[in-house]
């Protein structure tokens, strides 16, 4: 049992005598520090041990000679000294009849070196003129430790119920000392791994990622604090995306003793913003304009093809409303059906006429959808915008195209009975006229049944030219002579009131179009010209070289790049409105008053054209005046020499024909007027008929003439049954009207006879005298 200290001051001043209140008071407070239960020690104000009992060397592991007269800091940690003297200041300045403090939470440090939590009541004792400090000292080790336990234990229940890891590993990352059971869940591998392994949940990490990760979390080889995204493929093979962030547990001494961090499964997250960030790539690649708005229709979005097809820029648009495309060409009506339409929920679908930021207007097909809240308001309008300005270029150019060819089919059929109609009033017309006397009065009346048959000729075959389905026999022209030769007819046509000029070209290309078709183009525009002119003016005739490139031809597919010839017709007169342009090449339509036009002059121009290969533009202004340029590919060809014309006594002959026409008067005509001219004529209604008469008859044959369009077996199909019988069979064919059995596209090549109806006797014999001269090929 140990002696009981006296309470003895280091003082010097407490050697002196005291009075008997000082002495009585020492003793007590040497009494009372010595029963109290806690470490007491108690300080001079100079933070120097004077007193302590023998519960301060039971805590601290000290003798009392080891700590009377050193500083109290001596049972503090060293990183703690520092602070401790102004702490103690603060106290020993304190009000001398007040508690300085109750229940300070520090660290107090053994002999030995070890550290243990204290709580420390801080109380002065007045001492005459000076004071000493009393400092109880509470080891709180168990409570602290019991603290700890419970903190860790609801750290534990939220760790452990969360969709979350959270990890703690030590500075070196040689130990994993916690990661929660949300690892298992996420990585699909056991928690257990990183305690053997700490680095075992970086194996998981995509290849992809690996690289990355590591730059961004261990640039050094050291964890530095980091905060990162990445993906990690389970043991199951599904991908996941995991978002980390790690930083440094720092102790008292301020190292970084420990390494923290938690980690979290993104991938439903990720996934969500992938497919956002992919709607958003669609919406903004889409070849449609889409435009997002507020209930009110303010536009809040736009994407790319909004800006394309309208010319307004994202920052323009935003904030305004649709009428900023607004053209002015709907009515109120429209508007108000539109409104009621999706304030009621409901989808709109029409097609709008806008007007674009530069001006110009294009149509485009809209389709409104709202959008509804949970709560079934509607909050936003979504706009999908077509722009359907060449589609209805388009579909406009094929309804008058499918005009065209179904008027054409029309034209081709009534042309072809019509045709052998006029071959027999023409014919017989003309053997009438040869067997009347000069002076018989009849002569006269047979004539105009003849000149009427004419014009009815005339008539068919501008039907058959604006369809395409005129039989054409291109030649190689040169352009400039073809106009030379043409200019002074067209002086007579047009008047003396309008002023002709022609500037040509002369390196221009040559051209390879109908000689007779080429003088019908430039006759039809001209009297259009002369019409547009009621009081004169100026007609110019102007030839050029063009070289037509991809932009010029986008527009128009049925051309090709490279040089053409151009022939432009251009004159001073009336013009004409965008209306009439948008009609011009109609069949039958005509601004002219009844009985001045047929309507079919620039029909005509325009089927002639096309089928030569070519193409036609027009510019016209109201009041300034037209010009139709003509483009012809350009060739380098031999021009065309036409052949001298037969006399009229060779056109007879003595060969044997086989005439086949369906048309019972066209064939007696015909048979009759080859007969007269000493020719033996077999007649056949069809091809049947034909190789029956061949067959049975032991007739033979020194040329077969054919109508092209028969019942049953055409002309194309009888001349090669024959041919491959009768080698040296020589073939005429006949028709109103193009047929691509023997013609191809209305073009006639050189190695195939052929006759267009309505024909004359005279031009029978002479082309029939000439297909039977025609040498042998080969």
Partial sequence: MSKKPKLESQDPEASRPSPPFHRETVELLASLV??????????????????????????????????????????????????????????????????????????????????????????????????????SIRDVSGRKWTEVRESEAKFRSIAENINKVFFLVDAKLSKTLYVSPAYERIWGRPCQELYAHPMAWAEAIHPDDRERIKHDTMPQGVLVPFEVEYRILTPAGATRWIRARGFPVLDEAGAASRFAGIAEDITESENAKNKLRLQATALESVANGIVITDKKGAILWVNSAFVSMTGYSFEEAVGKTPRLLKSGQHGIEFYRELWSTILSGKVWRGTFVNRRKNGTLYSDEHTITPVLSDAGEITHFITIMNDVTERQRLEEQLHRAQKMEAIGQLAGGVAHDFNNLLTIINGYSEIVLTKIPPADPLRKSVRAIGEAGTRAAALTRQLLAFSRQAVIEPKVLDLNAAVKETEKMLRRLIGEDVILTTVLDAKIGRVKVDPGQLSQVLMNLAVNARDAMPKGGKLTIETAKAELDANYLQARPNLHAGIYTMLAVSDSGSGMSKEVRARLFEPFFTTKAMGKGTGLGLAVVHGIIVQSGGHIEVYSESGIGTTFKIYLPSLDEPVYVPERAEDAHALSGTETILFVEDEDGVRTLSALSLESAGYTVLQARDGEEALRLLDCGGAQADLLATDVVMPGMNGRELA???????????????????????????????????????????????????????????
């Fill in 34 to 135: 010595e029963s109290a239960p806690d470490a007491m020690v108690v300080m001079n104000q100079k933070g120097e041990i004077v007193r302590i009992n023998t519960r301060t060397e039971e805590l601290f592991g000290y003798t009392r000679e080891e700590l009377l007269g050193r500083p109290v800091e001596v049972l503090m940690p060293e990183r703690l000294r520092a602070k401790h003297p102004a702490l103690r200041d603060a106290y020993l300045a304190a009000p001398k009849t007040r508690p300085l403090n109750s229940g300070l939470d520090l660290l107090g440090r053994r002999k030995d070196g070890t550290e243990f939590p204290v709580e420390i009541s801080l109380s002065p004792i007045p001492l005459g003129e000076g004071m000493l400090v009393s400092s």
């Fill in 720 to 778: 090669d049954v024959l041919h491959a019988r009768f080698p040296k069979l020589k073939v005429l064919f006949m028709s109103g009207y193009t047929d691509d059995a023997v013609v191809r596209h209305g073009i006639l090549h050189a190695e195939v006879a052929f006759l267009q109806k309505p024909y004359t006797p005279r031009t029978l014999l002479a082309k029939v005298r000439q297909v039977l001269d025609q040498k042998e090929s080969g």
